[in-house]
């Protein structure tokens, strides 16, 4: 036992002192995690409304290769952009591999199916006569698009928070592309890896607890928002 | 535009829409018209295409082939603007996430009106529907009867040219259903709004409609004005589903003062109109004109023209009443009598009664399809 209260006194030390060191790592962290949901979002969140609210040919097949993409292993996914940024990959001459851009290409390609899979599910619960009524009143194309959107957004709240959740916790991705430079492209999962390598349990599980409490903010902040909506929908307040 | 002269006059029409989903056709209609103000009601069983056609009407989905006028102009699901004069309320209300307010005030937004404007619009159409007061209410919050006030307020609000409503009554319980039809049928009067009524209860569109299409399997099986599709349906299918016998056909015998006498083959019948003798008819009357007396009774004098012994063919449940079929010596009427009336009389199959009813209850019209099988 006494490991993990020494753990957690170190975790809270740290955090104290606050050393310019670990500011970067949860700095790093921040960065790729917001870059990443941010793009995610971008490729992710159309593509998900297009495969929910609409039919056309192929849309299963579409549907399906983002369900099997959402199950990729992340190592994979960075296997692949490590070959594509590698000097001898089609993208080398950027030099980009082993930077901070080349961590938050591979945790878009991470997000984006887990953002457009779930959106589209979200999407998909949405009536079509409601749509239907939309336009009935003179909506656009657009207007219901935005509609739709609306009426899902717990549900695409949630799939943004599925995407920045697996991005912020990813390890194995981060590591092959980023290379967990100290300084650089460190984050605090690889840098929890590291630690614990080395044997100084105590900083890698203080580590994880700041990492857990990070992601356990930002899900009760979510949580938060997605209840307060059902309640006032369901009729707290009348 | 001088090949659509013919629609002058007309708010809405449509020429020959038809509409498949894979093989199967689901519409097929050769012509809808709409005067300004008319009510028109499709009536139907499910699956008969009224939602489909009301969807087209409405310029909601393109019809696979055939054209949609509005105001004498050709339309489509493109012309936004047209949509604009448009709007509609279905089954179920489908109302946005939000409050009452947003919901009622989604088509004045899209339409640009001032935030003020709205406001003033959204309490005036919410007093009229019976929820003033109700603004600021979620609307997932609302029982069934209350989200379909909500649904046509919103519609109402836009003041449309042509008013869409795909059976808004049907998913409510009979107390509210009969509440709302008559609140529907006042409200869609006071505005004089061109009115799409899709509904598969015969008495919400005798209610609500000046005319009325019914339906079966995508196709036109009757259609003109209520009283005259519900007093005399064209054949017998029309007629066993607006809960009549199939129509008489005979031949005119007698003409003088607006008074006929037609020759079912058998029974001769009385009914008003003004038709040369000779011309072959099809002849009608509603079961809710028969008159059924115990046989041997002196019926008191009265103007009821048509007299005759009949004998009850067949007796079903029709609602709270009986729907008895009668024959009058070849013919066969219908008549609906109570439960209680049933018993007091003690009406079997086979019994004998005294059918009465009057001339002016007795609709005729030349019998253009049959005269030929007629003469054979």
């Given amino acids: 036992m006494a490991v993990f209260i020494e753990a957690i006194v170190t975790a809270v030390r740290l955090m104290a002192e606050g050393s310019p060191e670990l500011w970067n790592i949860i700095g790093v962290t921040f960065h790729v995690a917001l870059v990443s949901t941010t793009f995610g979002i971008v490729l992710g969140a159309p593509m998900g409304f297009v495969m929910g609210a609409s039919r056309f040919r192929g849309r299963s097949v579409l549907i399906a290769l983002t369900n099997t993409a959402m199950a990729v292993p992340p190592v994979v996914i960075g296997l692949v952009v490590m070959m594509v940024l590698s000097r001898q990959g089609p993208l080398g001459p950027l030099g980009l591999l082993y930077t901070v851009d080349a961590m938050s290409i591979a945790q878009t390609l991470i997000a984006a199916p887990i953002i457009a899979g779930l959106t589209s599910a979200a999407v998909a619960s949405v009536p079509y006569k409601l749509r239907l009524q939309a336009r009935s009143l003179g909506a656009s194309r657009v207007h219901e698009a935005f509609l739709t959107l609306k009426e899902a957004r717990l549900g695409v709240v949630a799939a943004v928070a599925a995407g920045f959740g697996a991005v912020v916790r990813g390890v194995g991705a981060v590591l092959m592309v980023g290379g967990n430079i100290e300084g650089q492209t460190r984050v605090l999962t690889t840098a929890i890896v590291q630690e614990a390598r080395r044997g100084d349990f105590g900083l890698a599980l203080a580590l994880g607890v700041i990492l857990m409490t990070i992601t356990f903010g930002l899900n009760g902040l979510i949580t938060w928002y997605q209840h307060a909506g059902e309640r006032w929908e369901r009729g707290a307040n009348a | 535009m001088t090949a659509y002269t013919s629609t002058a006059g007309l708010a809405l029409r449509a020429e020959n829409v038809s509409k498949s989903y894979g093989k199967r056709v689901v519409l097929d209609i050769d012509h809808v018209e709409l005067s300004p103000g008319e009510t028109l009601a499709l009536l139907g069983p499910s699956g008969a295409g009224k939602s489909t056609l009301l969807a087209i009407l409405g310029l909601l989905e393109k019809p696979d082939s055939g054209q949609v006028f509005l105001d004498g102009r050709p339309v489509s699901a493109r012309d936004r603007g047209a949509r604009m004069q448009m709007a509609a309320a279905f089954q179920s209300p ?19 009106v001032s935030r003020a404007k709205r406001s003033a619009a959204v309490a005036e159409v919410l007093e009229r529907v019976g929820l003033g007061g109700w603004e600021g209410r979620s609307a997932l919050t609302l029982s069934g009867g209350e989200a379909q006030r909500v649904a046509l307020a919103r519609a109402l609000v836009l003041k449309p040219r042509v008013l869409l409503l795909d059976e808004p009554l049907s998913s409510l319980d009979p107390l509210i259903k009969s509440r709302l039809s008559q609140d529907f049928a006042r409200i869609i009067h006071e505005d004089k709004m061109t009115t799409v009524y899709v509904t598969h209860d015969q008495n919400e569109a005798m209610a609500v409609a000046d005319s009325m299409i019914v339906m079966r399997d995508g196709r036109a099986a009757a259609s003109g004005h209520v009283e005259d599709v519900m007093g005399l349906p064209p054949d017998e299918w029309t007629a066993t589903f607006l809960g009549s016998e199939a129509p008489l ?104 009664v005294q059918v009465v009813f009057k001339a002016t209850a007795v609709r005729v019209r030349p019998d253009v399809a049959g005269s030929g099988m007629m003469e054979a």
Avoid: C, Q
């Avoid at chain 2, 919901?103 to 339409?111: E, P, S, T």
């Avoid at chain 2, 008074?259 to 109109?273: A, E």
């Avoid at chain 2, 008895?324 to 209680?340: E, Q, T």
């Fill in chain 2, 94 to 112: 489908y109302l946005f996430k939000g409050t009452i307010a947003e919901n009622v005030a989604y088509g004045l937004k899209l339409r640009g």
């Fill in chain 2, 249 to 352: 056909r005979g031949v005119v015998t007698t003409s003088a003062e607006g008074l006929l006498g037609v020759d079912l083959g058998g029974p001769v019948v009385y009914s008003t109109g003004e038709l040369a003798p000779g011309t072959h008819v099809i002849a009608g009357v509603r079961p809710e004109d028969v008159l059924l007396f115990e046989a041997g009774t002196e019926i008191p004098r009265s103007s009821a023209r048509n007299r005759f012994d009949g004998t009850v063919v067949a007796l079903r449940l029709w609602g709270v009443m009986y729907h008895l079929v009668l024959d009058i010596g070849g013919a066969r009427v219908a008549s609906h009598v109570s439960r209680s009336s049933v018993r007091e009389m003690e009406i079997a199959e086979g019994s004998s």
